[in-house]
């Protein structure tokens, strides 16, 4: 299983940007898939994510409201679009997903997840 992705760069307080994740030898629809994000310095926290395409779809209360999660099932792809974007959104972005089914309580647990992508960085300046 590989996820690729991308659509990080740099922008300024109130841009968007819609990141983007793709996934080889898996797919999305039936799995957990969420966006976790890791600032320097500081330990990674989960942003947003769901257990299955048509499932709840679970936010950190720091992007609730200016962060929408999506799946497109036919191109196997999850996004993040982002708007408002603030400094302290600052971080590196990362896609995961989990083989396993993932109990509601575990959603937000980094160790949930089995695979990850490599992290597409998103800087906000001031």
């Known amino acids: 299983v590989q996820l690729q992705a991308s659509g990080g760069g740099l922008v300024q307080t109130g841009d968007s940007l819609r990141l983007s994740c793709a996934a080889s030898g898996h797919t999305f629809r039936r799995n957990p898939v969420a966006w976790f994000r890791q600032a320097s310095g500081k330990e990674r926290e989960f942003v947003a994510g769901s257990r299955r395409s048509g499932d709840s779809i679970y936010y950190a209360d720091s992007v609730k409201g200016r962060f929408t999660f999506s799946r497109d099932n036919t191109k196997d792809m999850i996004y993040l679009q982002m708007n408002s974007l603030k400094p302290e959104d600052t971080a590196v972005y990362y896609c995961?997903?989990?083989?396993?089914?993932?109990?509601?309580?575990?959603?937000?647990?980094?160790?949930?997840?089995?695979?990850w992508g490599q992290g597409t960085l998103v800087t906000v300046s001031s």
């Open positions: 995961a997903t989990s083989s396993g089914w993932i109990i509601l309580s575990a959603v937000r647990d980094s160790k949930s997840y089995n695979h």
